[in-house]
């Protein structure tokens, strides 16, 4: 197992943690650049007390759902009926589809039965074969355009779309709409939109979010 991370220094020591428990005969420390001339006293490996920590769930544009933690535990077991999971639930061994969406809860376990605390996902459809579609003919043509809106449907947190172009104080044109098609008509029963108008095009599986100027 490879591991490239910049660790946590406490005085003139390194510390690196490794993102699950390995068991291994052999290590080999590879050190691929410095600003200065090394100077190695000493190695070492250490076993961590057990850090108990509760899953991370997410999903990706295609309704891959994957869980983690930040530091290594002994199971990560799951349910998506809603139910809380325990030592008799599926155990995480890798992601799994979710494309209808549902509740995902989570817990992470240790060798003596020692729980996490429960973490619960509520999914919706998965954005599989969405785009966003152009407002205009004039978009249609531009490269620019193609990439607007996408952060909006692309299942990560820590994106988004915005509406502020090179010059930051510009302001936009109201009414902002944002075109997807979501390539076949589906069964809508919500949309998670803050402070938002939503109009639904007759006959077409495409939903227009409308923000009023007073509300953006």
């Given at each position: ?8 220094s406490i005085g003139a020591n390194r510390l690196i943690r490794l993102?699950q428990m390995v068991v291994t005969s052999k290590v080999r420390l ?187």
């Open positions: 197992m490879e591991t490239d991370r910049a660790g946590t993102q590879s050190i691929t650049g410095s600003d200065a001339c090394i100077a190695l006293s000493d190695f070492g490996l250490f076993q961590e007390p057990t850090h108990l920590v509760a899953p991370e769930i997410g999903r990706d544009r295609n309704g891959m759902v994957s869980i983690s933690t930040i530091a290594p535990v002994g199971s990560i077991r799951y349910t998506i009926d809603g139910t809380t999971p325990e030592l008799t639930s599926p155990v995480y061994n890798g992601p799994f589809s979710l494309t209808m969406g549902g509740t995902v809860k989570a817990r992470s376990f240790e060798a003596d039965n020692q729980a996490s605390e429960v973490v619960t996902q509520n999914l919706g459809l998965s954005k599989a074969g969405w785009k966003v579609l152009p407002q205009s003919p004039a978009e249609a043509g531009s490269s620019a355009s193609a990439d607007a809106g996408k952060n909006a449907i692309d299942e990560n947190p820590g994106t988004l779309w915005n509406t502020l172009g090179k010059d930051s104080a510009a302001t936009g044109q109201f009414p902002l709409n944002l075109s997807i098609d979501m390539g076949k008509p589906q069964t809508i029963k919500h949309l998670p939109i803050c402070r938002g108008r939503i109009k639904r095009r007759k006959a077409s599986p495409t939903v227009i979010f409308s923000i009023p100027a007073a509300m953006a």
